[in-house]
């Protein structure tokens, strides 16, 4: 899956072990990862899951949040209430960055 980027020019999504393996290689630097399993949406069930993917799932991504900010649009009330989606709508025209990537 590609990630968009600045510009709208499709970013490779990373594979989220490839940090972990970054992380290995460097010495001691004073930082602890922390890292987390990824998320998805069940709608069978309207639940959270972790781990693998599974038929039927979806997949939680920001750049799906980000865009719809931006462009003023809507998203499913499980990946961002709404309430939340009208306040941040409200104080952000079309078109306006409201994240630094």
């Known amino acids: 899956m590609a990630r968009v980027g600045a510009r709208g020019t499709p970013k490779p999504q990373p594979n989220p072990s490839h940090y972990q393996k970054l992380f290995k290689k460097l010495e001691d ?8 399993d990824t998320v998805y949406f069940n709608p069978k069930t309207s ?11 979806v997949s939680i991504e920001g750049t799906t949040i ?36």
């Not at 639940?47 to 799932?57: A, C, L, P, Q, R």
């Open 29 to 36: 630097i004073g930082i602890v990862p922390i890292f987390f």
């Open 66 to 101: 980000r865009n719809s900010l931006a462009n003023n649009i809507h998203v499913e009330d499980w990946l961002m209430r709404k309430l939340i989606q009208t306040e941040l709508h409200k104080i952000t025209q079309p078109g306006e960055t409201m994240f630094i990537e």
């Open 47 to 57: 639940t959270y899951e972790t781990g693998n993917f599974k038929k039927g799932m």
